[in-house]
């Protein structure tokens, strides 16, 4: 998946993580980016930027630094099948868990 934002053009890498493959940040996490433009810091030493709302969703207040100890979920729940996003109720009782 490919996309544009103001900060330069995007693509996700085999994760599924939106990277910047233009601009003046090539070669790094959109996500990471607009935290630390936001923060008007650096990224503590260590920690993670989580998404609240999926991968490809990285507006400022959706993002949030965290210690990766403390990360509920690094990856969203997606239906096996359809691939949409789902609680993790949901999960489990598609999975019959």
């Known amino acids: 998946m490919t996309g544009k934002h103001p900060l330069g053009n995007w693509s996700t890498n085999p994760k ?4 910047f493959h233009s601009g003046a940040y090539r070669k790094q996490f959109v996500h990471r980016v607009v ?3 936001v923060a008007e810091r650096p990224i503590r030493e260590g920690f993670h930027i989580h998404h609240q709302n999926g991968k490809l969703c ?9 210690d990766p100890l403390l990360n509920p ?3 969203p729940l997606r239906h096996p099948y359809t691939g949409q996003f789902m609680s993790r109720e949901e999960f489990n009782r598609v999975m019959g868990i």
Do not use: A
Request: with cysteine.
């Open 58 to 66: 990285f507006c400022p207040h959706q993002l949030v630094e965290i």
């Open 16 to 19: 599924g993580y939106p990277k």
């Open 73 to 75: 979920s690094p990856e």
């Open 35 to 37: 935290f630390r433009l």
